[in-house]
C-alpha cells in the first residue's frame, strides 16, 4: 500500500539549530516526493521536489532535502533554523508512472521554534 | 496572479444541510482536486478530475460529490452535511504531468453542527 511516515508529530528546536525533519514513504511505483510548508490559517506552500537526477535537493528558504532509495526516506534539513520556520511540515509522495498527480501526504510535523 | 481560489473560508452548517465549496483556478491547469485536513491525518484526497469532463475519486469521497463542466472550476457539494464532515477543506491545481508542482488554495474552514 502506499503510505508516507513521518515519524514525529512535535519538534522543537532553538533558533540557530540545525533541523532534520524524518519522512519515510512506502510507493510501487519511482515516487515523486514533495515537501510542503503550511503556516498557521493559511495553505500548502511547496518547499521543494524530487522526482529524478541528484538526490539531495535544493528548495526554498534554505531548505535542502535528500532522496534514500535504500532507506525509503526523503529527509528534510536546513543548517539554521528561524523563527519564521515555526510552520507544520508535510511530505507527500506521488507521481510516478501515473498521471493523475495524487499525493499522498504524511501526517505532518510541527515545528516549534525556541529564541 | 490570483491562482487557486476557495470560497468560502469560514462556512457553519447543520447537520443534514446541503453545500457547495467553490473552487476556481486562472491558471488553466488540466489537474484539480480536493483534500481535507483533519488534525493527525495530514491531507487525504477527497476527489479529482484530470480535465474537464472527467472525476474520479480519491481516499475519502463518501458524502462528497464533484462536478468539472469547466476547466477553470472545481465544486466540491455536500449533500447533507454530518458532523464527521468537520474538517478544513483544500482545493489543489496543477499544469500536466505528475512531477510538476501542486498549487493549493487558503482552505476552506467548515464546521457541521
Known amino acids: 500500500a502506499q503510505s508516507v511516515t513521518q515519524p514525529d508529530i512535535h519538534i522543537t528546536v532553538s533558533e540557530g539549530a540545525s533541523l532534520e525533519l524524518r519522512c519515510n514513504y512506502s510507493?510501487?511505483?519511482?515516487?515523486?516526493l514533495f515537501w510542503y510548508v503550511q503556516s498557521p490559517g493559511q495553505g500548502l506552500q511547496l518547499l521543494l521536489k524530487?522526482?529524478?537526477?541528484?538526490?539531495l535537493v535544493q528548495g526554498i528558504k534554505g531548505f535542502e532535502a535528500e532522496f534514500k532509495r535504500s532507506q525509503s526516506s526523503f529527509n528534510l534539513r536546513k543548517p539554521s533554523v528561524h523563527w519564521s520556520d515555526a510552520a507544520e511540515y508535510f511530505c507527500?509522495?506521488?507521481?510516478?508512472?501515473?498521471?493523475?498527480?495524487?499525493?499522498?501526504f504524511g501526517q505532518g510535523t510541527t515545528l516549534q521554534v525556541k529564541p | 496572479n490570483a491562482g487557486v481560489t476557495q470560497t468560502p473560508k469560514f462556512q457553519v452548517l447543520k447537520t443534514g444541510q446541503s453545500m457547495t465549496l467553490q473552487c476556481a483556478q486562472d491558471?488553466?491547469?488540466?489537474?484539480m482536486s480536493w483534500y481535507r485536513q483533519d488534525p493527525g491525518m495530514g491531507l487525504r484526497l477527497i476527489h479529482y478530475?484530470?480535465?474537464?469532463?472527467?472525476?474520479d475519486q480519491g481516499e475519502v469521497p463518501n458524502g462528497y460529490n464533484v462536478s468539472r463542466s469547466t476547466t477553470e472550476d472545481f465544486p466540491l457539494r455536500l449533500l447533507s452535511a454530518a458532523p464527521s464532515q468537520t474538517s478544513v477543506y483544500f482545493c489543489?491545481?496543477?499544469?500536466?504531468?505528475?512531477?510538476?508542482?501542486?498549487?493549493f488554495g487558503e482552505g476552506s474552514w467548515l464546521t457541521v453542527v
Open positions: 507527500a509522495v506521488g507521481g510516478g508512472s501515473s498521471n493523475t498527480g495524487k499525493l499522498i
Open positions: 510507493y510501487g511505483a519511482t515516487p515523486y
Open positions: 524530487y522526482f529524478s537526477g541528484d538526490t
Open positions: 489543489a491545481s496543477r499544469r500536466g504531468a505528475s512531477g510538476n508542482t501542486i498549487y
Open positions: 491558471m488553466n491547469h488540466e489537474y
Open positions: 478530475s484530470v480535465g474537464a469532463g472527467i472525476t
